[in-house]
């Protein structure tokens, strides 16, 4: 089939590909290709909360948000379906 000149050659790429790699981008790639401040802050973040009253307040949060987001589908469809 390929005989020994594949091997060597997928030997070659083996071992000539990280090379390659490495020598045209170099070793220092996190400070090459790194944006800046890609990942939020801790303060920037949602916090789960673990005290009762604030999952509390967060469950009510998010109930109003749920209705709110009903209430306003239930209009749109029903101006789409007046029309």
């Keep these: 089939m390929g005989g020994p000149n594949l091997?060597?050659?997928?030997?070659g790429?083996?071992?000539?590909?990280?090379?390659?790699?490495m020598y045209y981008f170099g070793t220092n790639l996190d400070n090459r290709f790194s944006v800046p401040d890609?990942?939020?802050?801790?303060?920037?973040?949602?916090?789960v909360p673990f005290?009762?009253?604030e999952i509390?307040?967060?469950l009510q949060r998010m109930r109003e948000w749920n209705r709110e987001n009903k209430?306003?589908?239930?209009?749109?469809?029903?101006?789409?379906s007046g029309e």
């Design 7 to 11: 091997e060597v050659f997928k030997f």
């Design 51 to 53: 005290e009762r009253d």
């Design 13 to 21: 790429m083996y071992i000539l590909f990280p090379i390659g790699v």
């Design 38 to 47: 890609f990942w939020p802050k801790p303060g920037q973040t949602h916090t």
């Design 71 to 80: 209430r306003m589908r239930e209009e749109r469809e029903r101006r789409a």
């Design 56 to 58: 509390q307040r967060e």
